[in-house]
């Protein structure tokens, strides 16, 4: 099992750009995981954002930030980055990092592993 850990949150204005980083710990030397961004806002449904798989190289994004976000990982680390750019308020969420000890898939279920979560904040 591995223990997330999110950072790099904080205030932007509309059309700033953020990174956010997700570190892990535990069982990871011979494991490879599926880790995903999710967030979630005042009043709304968790949603997945994207996917990268820590073995050959798998990614997924949702619509709403196809374009302008990039998911990327840190090889030899346990450290996936989210690049964020073209920020808008509708972005403003507390955004989490999880993982799942399996390959990458078409599908935002069954991530057993959250980290606290980081605020992001965009302003007009």
């Known amino acids: 099992q591995v223990q997330p850990k999110e950072s790099g949150g904080g205030s932007v204005e509309a059309g700033g750009s953020l990174r956010l980083t997700c570190e892990f710990s535990?069982?990871?030397?011979?494991?490879?995981?599926?880790v995903g961004w999710f967030r979630q806002a005042p009043g709304q449904e968790r949603q997945g954002v994207a996917q990268?798989?820590?073995?050959?190289?798998?990614?997924y994004y949702s619509d709403s930030v196809k374009g302008r976000f990039t998911v990327s990982r840190v090889y030899g680390k346990n450290k996936i980055y989210l690049q964020m750019n073209d920020l808008n308020p509708e972005d403003t969420a507390m955004y989490y990092c999880?993982?799942?000890?399996?390959?990458?898939?078409?599908?935002?279920?069954?991530?057993?592993?959250w980290g606290q979560g980081t605020q992001v904040t965009v302003s007009t």
């Open positions: 535990g069982d990871t030397s011979d494991t490879k995981y599926c």
């Open positions: 999880a993982a799942a000890q399996r390959s990458c898939r078409d599908s935002w279920d069954d991530f057993n592993y």
């Open positions: 990268i798989y820590t073995g050959p190289v798998t990614t």
